[in-house]
Each structure stands twice: as C-alpha cells, then as structure tokens.
T-cell receptor
Framework: QQQVKQSPQSLIVQKGGISIINCAYE??????FPWYQQFPGKGPALLIA?????SEKKEGRFTISFNKSAKQFSLHIMDSQPGDSATYFC????????????FGKGTLLTVNP | DAGITQSPRHKVTETGTPVTLRCHQT?????MYWYRQDPGHGLRLIHY???????DKGEVSDGYSVSRSKTEDFLLTLESATSSQTSVYFC??????????FGSGTRLTVV
C-alpha cells in the first residue's frame, strides 16, 4: 500500500520556468508534510515543510501548496535554475509515530540552461 | 553530512554472508532510522530507534536486524545477504521533530 503517491517521475524544465511536483496521500492522520532534495551521491536534505493548518508556505523560490480536502500537496519551484536539478521527495508523517516519515517515490528534476 | 557518518561507503558482498552497516552520529539525537533507496521505490523505512536499546520495525524489515547500544551508534545487519538487498542504505537522525538529517549513504552490492 503506497500511502504517498508522487508525480511526475521525471520533469524537464527550462531555466527560469516553474517546476511543479505533486503528491497525494491517503492517511488522514498525517499532519506533517516535508519535501526533501537529493543531489547525486548525497543523502536527502530537508527543503521545506508544511502542516495542515495552513494552505501555503513559501521559502524563497520554493512554495508548498496544501489542499487538505483533496489530500494533496505540491512543491512549486519558481525561476528554476540548473542548480535545482536534483531528485525531490515528498513525505508525510503523523504525530505519535516516533516521527517516522513515509516517502513518495521521488521526482527527478532536470533544469536545462 | 555534518554529524552523521555511515560506514562503509561502498561494499560488495557475496550472497549468504552477513553484513553490518554502521551509522555514527555526533548530534546526540534520540531518534535514528535506516532507509533503503531503490529506483522506482523511493525511500523505504527498514528499522528505527527511539532510544538506546529501543528499536522497532519499519515497512521492509524482513531479513534485517538492528542494534543500538549507545546513543551515537545504530547498526544495521543483514543476517544472510540476498541479491534483493542490493541497494543504497541511508541512515537518518532526528532530535524529536520531523526534520531528519541524513548520512551520505552506503552503496551495497550483493553478488
């Protein structure tokens, strides 16, 4: 059972464009939704996170949009740069779970110069 | 990644042999996790620890065991390695919030 579904698997964007990655979850008990960024040969690193009491969170060029009723959340990367080329993972967790994260399968983003 | 060291970084082993991967942290984080990363599967939780000698299974724990005898070390053991356990293994730590710090990974190949 895949609790967090991520799409697309891969994405190619031109420099300066907007990258959008989507995730859907099934467990309504989830209450924390982070995004991780991973460069080749490295471990994932926390990028941005949101809780369901807000519909949007922005940090620089990165924005999470959250739709609780649809059980969906998405990552928007504005003014995408070649240095943003990486694999992005969405994840979800719920309180009382020893902070275990359930990850999506990942999206490989390529930003062409 | 600062504060988390995984060893070895690369290992090739034969089917049926036992293998132990080590995660060492200097962050004094209470929570530690082992994930495996495979193409098309993302990151899947193998085992985790919520304190010294306190561990529990994740979603893909079959064939793996863990031990944590002190805060800074979390060991993952493959009792009898199989080709299906060829993967990249990541250790992560958390101080109690949901922000994980990941190690750089161990690439394990079982031949």
């Amino acid at each position: 059972q895949q609790q967090v579904k991520q799409s697309p698997q891969s994405l190619i964007v031109q420099k300066g464009g907007i990258s959008i990655i989507n995730c859907a979850y099934e467990n309504t008990a989830f209450d924390y939704f982070p995004w991780y960024q991973q460069f080749p040969g490295k471990g994932p690193a926390l990028l941005i996170a949101i809780r369901p009491d807000v519909s949007e969170k922005k940090e620089g060029r990165f924005t999470i949009s959250f739709n609780k009723s649809a059980k969906q959340f998405s990552l928007h990367i504005m003014d995408s740069q070649p240095g943003d080329s990486a694999t992005y993972f969405c994840a979800a967790s719920r309180g009382g779970s020893n902070y275990k994260l359930t990850f999506g399968k990942g999206t490989l983003l390529t930003v062409n110069p | 990644d600062a504060g988390i060291t995984q060893s070895p970084r690369h290992k090739v082993t034969e089917t049926g042999t036992p293998v132990t991967l080590r995660c060492h942290q200097t962050e004094n984080h209470r929570y530690m996790y082992w994930y495996r990363q495979d193409p098309g599967h993302g990151l899947r939780l193998i085992h985790y620890s919520y304190g010294v000698k306190d561990t529990d299974k994740g979603e893909v724990s079959d064939g793996y065991s863990v031990s944590r005898s002190k805060t800074e070390d979390f060991l993952l053991t493959l009792e009898s390695a199989t080709s299906s356990q060829t993967s990249v293994y990541f250790c992560a730590t958390s101080e109690g919030g949901f922000g994980y710090t990941f190690g750089s990974g161990t690439r394990l190949t079982v031949v």
